[in-house]
């Protein structure tokens, strides 16, 4: 098996690489915030943060602040590290 | 392929850099807030000679309690100069480069900065109140750095350069006391300058 395989599939969308690097150097990240970081829409930065979810690489917190409701990511210790094998592949197929 | 990897790769780079240090602060307000510096420092100079003091006469000077407020005044305006100067070029280039100024990012860096620069003007405010005028440049020189070092971590890691510049003329111009504001105008007015001019070059 090459390494272009051992590339973990469930990062291969620009959003999601960048969801996870945000949360990789910072704690608790909320929705408003990281959909302006990204540059991208709601229904966008939804869908995505989802399927990091089901993969269970991040950790969504629904909380209410007054009557808003609040979403907040973080990472999970398997999305951390996931996300750490994704990069040294990268990081070998530069080399290369 | 190779492209589409190298291209992930700058992108995990750039969002790790955006999201977690605040970059918007352009170097021209370094410049400004210098020059700010500059101009109150001179002015605080004509404010001595017209009050008939010599700055750097032979003998021991006294300051009158009017020219304290005076000069107190002036400090405060010079500050309110820098401050404003620093947002508008900092909006200015988020708006610029299409970067979210209120992140944590910023929150972090502002408390951090905070910490120690609150801690020095309580201090200084001590220093005023009991009359010890000769302190109160090296200490705004100490604390100011330290609060650059500090903040390293949450912005553009060189500021950490200028914070030993001014922690060091900070440490020299406490065994210089009487030359305070000499200190005063080469920490706060040519540093900033300097600094915002290799920081305007270097990240424009």
């Not at chain 2, 002036?74 to 480069?97: E, H, N």
């Amino acid at each position: 098996m090459g390494i272009i395989d051992k590339l973990n599939k469930d990062f291969e969308s620009r959003v999601r690489l960048g969801i996870m690097s945000v949360l990789m150097v910072n704690e608790w990240v909320d929705f408003t915030e990281m959909k302006n970081l990204l540059n991208i829409t709601d229904g966008n930065l939804a869908s995505h943060s989802s399927a990091l979810e089901k993969s269970e690489y991040i950790e969504v917190k629904k909380e209410f602040v007054g009557k808003k409701p609040k979403t907040s990511y973080q990472v999970t210790p398997r999305g951390r590290a996931a996300f750490k094998e994704h990069l040294s592949y990268l990081e070998k197929l530069m080399k290369s | 392929m190779n492209q589409k990897h190298q291209e992930d790769l700058a992108h995990i780079r750039s969002m790790m850099e955006r999201s977690s240090r605040f970059i918007s602060l352009s170097g021209l307000s370094g410049v400004f807030a210098g020059l700010s510096a500059l101009i109150g420092g001179l002015y605080v100079y004509q404010l001595f000679k017209a009050n008939g003091i010599e700055y750097f006469g032979e003998q021991q000077i006294t300051i009158p309690a009017s020219l304290v407020n005076q000069l107190f005044y002036t400090g405060l305006i010079i500050l309110a100069f820098a401050f404003l100067f620093g947002l508008t070029f900092t909006v200015r280039k988020s708006r610029k480069y299409d970067l979210p100024i209120w992140t944590s990012a910023t929150k972090n860096m502002l408390f951090n900065l905070a910490v120690p620069l609150v801690t020095g003007g309580i201090f200084c405010l001590a220093l005023l109140h009991h009359e010890i005028y000769g302190f109160i440049a090296p200490t705004t020189l100490i604390f100011y750095g330290l609060a650059l070092v500090n903040a390293e971590k949450y912005t553009f890691s060189d500021i950490k350069y200028l914070g030993f510049c001014e922690l060091v003329l900070g440490f020299i111009s406490l065994f210089y006391i009487g030359y305070g504001l000499v200190f005063w105008i080469i920490g706060f007015g040519i540093l900033h300058i300097l600094y915002g001019l290799v920081m305007f070059k270097k990240y424009k």
